[in-house]
């Protein structure tokens, strides 16, 4: 964080309907935890303030943290993306580093380095890392600046809910798949749970992870 500049939000999206699970998933716990304090514990090492996108705020209360439903409704995870920097925006701060609800393992350690990519000294609206998957990187995960509102807001615009689809018309800086390795392997590291049996898997990773 540069001298002077306000912190970035640790920004948690949960603004979906886990149509998939069958319950809300970002409830569910894996390794005795529920996914979304594991997602919180690890933005927390790295954010000072961490802010939540929510439509069903009464699921999250517990959590404690404040808490805006999409600005958009029925834009998907774009639409929870513009939220958090709108947010971000109001506040003066230079952007958000946005993570998904349902991502279990988390790395403090990446999250930290896309932090200091963001603030290095070349100039980027989203700070992407490298996944190895069909998209090329991971959006799931990455700091998006406030610069980025304009791109997304006409995306939306024209009815689009990719959530790449504005990185065309962004600064996008790439985490280099070789650089993101050395904090685990892309699979667990962005591994989303959107169903029971992915569940299960994340379970028996954390199992692993706790016996290694």
Not at 131 to 154: H, M, N
Request: net charge negative; with cysteine; aromatic share 6%.
């Amino acid at each position: 964080m540069r001298p002077g500049v306000p912190a970035s939000f640790g920004a948690i999206l949960a603004g979906g309907q886990s149509r998939r699970y069958g319950a809300p998933k970002a409830l569910a716990t894996i390794g005795g935890t529920p996914i979304v304090e594991r997602v919180r514990a690890a933005l927390s090492d790295v954010c000072p303030d961490i802010i939540m996108i929510a439509n069903d705020q009464e699921l999250y209360a517990g959590l404690g943290l404040p808490m805006r439903p999409d600005v958009r409704p029925g834009c998907g995870v774009l639409g929870g993306i513009l939220t958090a920097l709108l947010w971000a925006r109001e506040q003066g701060r230079p952007g958000a580093l946005a993570v998904a609800c349902d991502m279990p393992f988390l790395s403090p350690g990446l999250l930290r380095r896309l932090l200091e990519v963001a603030d290095g000294g070349d100039a980027a609206d989203v700070v992407a890392a490298e996944s190895g998957g069909k998209r090329g990187v991971e959006p799931l995960c990455a700091w998006y600046g406030v610069g980025c509102i304009a791109a997304i807001e006409a995306e939306l615009d024209r009815g689009e809910r990719h959530i790449v689809g504005f990185f065309d018309d962004v600064r996008v800086r790439r985490l280099p798949l070789d650089e993101v390795r050395a904090f685990g392997d892309p699979d667990v590291l962005f591994l989303n749970v959107n169903t029971p049996e992915e569940r299960d898997r994340a379970e028996q990773l954390a199992a692993e992870m706790s016996d290694g």
